[in-house]
């Protein structure tokens, strides 16, 4: 499916851009409330017309997982990206605000990463341990972020779209544009945990994950084939952290505090009870 008759194209308005390929149960209301930093791309896979489209900055309708999508949209508009100097590839049910994001780019700016992710709240999926949120910390340099919120700089992301073939939908996708980027990642790479997202478990969204439809070959199956077919041995590796930076902000250390008492502590009492 692919509908140029509901193309919606505009103009760039600013220097970020969030990318999305949503389906039927996105969670876009956190990301655009308030004053916001960002343009927004949604490519819709759904089946509901030509939903979303009124609160998109650009807009198409095409079949494909968000990485598959993205690399069309790589191809028939590349002049359009090539305005932006840092791009959030996001899965369309992640729930953030609007100025986490925000706040999120001018981080990688700040301090000039190749790739940074927020921190996952553990109300929420949390699918590799070294993303879970550190209060403690503003940011730790790691050697591994996982695929459902990046935030690139644009010419790395374009590094590794050159390279992208679509072959894979979604798992797997995170080691192949580390292994595109590295070996050498120290300082390049960061998880922020001065900023929070929640990953919702499917039950959030009626049990469903529509995502699923275009990954298709089971994990155990795929991770054998990273390293034969592709070359990639990151998965074999262990996650690791090279250093981070303790809050130092008042605000920083008061959310820190927040998320201690309020919601770490209470998740760990109940996993003990």
């Not at 851009?17 to 990301?31: C, E, H, K, Q, V």
């Not at 910390?137 to 644009?154: A, Q, S, T």
């Not at 262990?238 to 920083?252: R, T, V, Y």
Request: hydrophobic share 35%; glycine share 6%; proline share 4%.
């Amino acid at each position: 499916m692919d509908q140029t008759s509901d193309l919606k194209i505009g103009k760039p308005r600013s220097r970020y851009l969030i990318y999305t390929s949503a389906g039927d149960y996105a969670n876009f209301n956190p990301w655009l409330r308030g004053k916001r930093d960002f343009d927004l791309w949604v490519t819709y896979y759904g089946k509901q017309g030509s939903r979303y489209k009124e609160i998109a900055d650009f807009y198409n309708i095409h079949e494909g997982s968000k990485w598959q999508n993205l690399l069309y949209v790589y191809r028939q508009w590349p002049d359009i990206l090539q305005h932006y100097e840092a791009v959030l590839v996001m899965d369309d049910d992640i729930l953030i605000t609007t100025a986490s994001i925000n706040r999120l780019f001018a981080i990688r700016k700040q301090y000039d990463l190749w790739i940074c992710d927020p921190s996952f709240d553990v109300r929420g999926k949390i699918r590799h341990k070294i993303t879970a949120s550190q209060p403690g910390n503003f940011m730790r340099f790691v050697n591994f972020v996982e695929n459902g919120c990046p935030v690139f700089r644009k010419d790395k992301l374009d590094e590794f779209m050159k390279v992208y073939d679509g072959s894979l939908g979604g798992n797997g996708v995170d080691y192949w544009y580390l292994h595109v980027l590295g070996p050498d990642l120290e300082g390049k790479v960061a998880i922020v945990d001065a900023v929070r997202c929640i990953n919702p478990y499917d039950e959030a969204k009626s049990g469903k994950r529509e995502c699923l439809i275009y990954e298709k070959m089971p994990w155990k199956e795929l991770a054998a084939q990273l390293e034969s077919r592709y070359g990639i041995k990151g998965h074999l590796l262990p996650q690791k952290e090279f250093g981070s930076i303790p809050n130092k902000s008042i605000s920083d250390h008061l959310a820190a505090f927040y998320y201690r008492t309020f919601v770490l502590k209470p998740f760990l009492s109940s996993k003990t009870t």
